[in-house]
């Protein structure tokens, strides 16, 4: 099972994936990536700027093969309708909204865990993927949701 959290934008009907964390609930193992086509189009930023790794990266081409590739057939949580819309256009896999199992909200977890934001990001303010990703993984443990913690 996968705990996954995606950071965009919306431009009109569209959601424009920036971000992208995932993280196995069984070994732990997480992948963070960022996408490049924001980074380049609209940030105007270059690559080593960010990072010194193009493995950091992902072409917004790659998206749905990453997740095919890392996630399996395996099930997925996310914390949000739209994230859960914008997967299931993508992807195959049964997709929980952690909001429909209670979760709270992510300013609460950041409180409760007290989790650092990633080395990437200068502020701690909720934006960060992977701090997502953690926060909604320590949550995910300490509630033992049905079928979570298999």
């Known amino acids: 099972m996968f705990i996954i959290d995606i950071q965009g934008f919306t431009n009109g009907c569209n959601f424009i994936c920036k971000e992208i ?15 490049n086509w924001t980074v380049q189009n609209l940030h105007g930023l270059p690559w080593d700027l ?12 790659q998206i749905t093969t990453f997740f095919k590739d ?4 395996a099930p ?6 739209q994230k859960k819309q914008w997967l299931e256009r993508i992807i195959t896999n049964h997709i929980t909204d952690l909001y429909d199992a209670g979760c709270p909200s992510l300013a ?10 990633c080395f990437k990001h200068l502020y701690n303010n909720l934006t960060c993927a992977l701090e997502n990703v953690h926060l909604l993984y320590n949550w995910k443990l300490i509630t033992n949701l049905d079928g979570c913690n298999e």
């Not at 964390?21 to 996408?35: D, E, F, R, S």
């Not at 890392?70 to 057939?73: A, N, T």
């Not at 997925?76 to 309708?81: A, D, E, L, P, R």
């Open 21 to 35: 964390a995932i993280m196995n609930t069984v070994t732990g193992y997480w992948q963070h990536k960022l996408i």
């Open 108 to 117: 609460t977890l950041k409180k409760t865990f007290k989790y650092r934001h």
């Open 70 to 73: 890392f996630v399996q057939d």
């Open 50 to 61: 960010l990072s010194p790794s193009a493995e950091d990266f992902l072409y917004y081409e």
């Open 76 to 81: 997925i949580f996310v914390k949000g309708y």
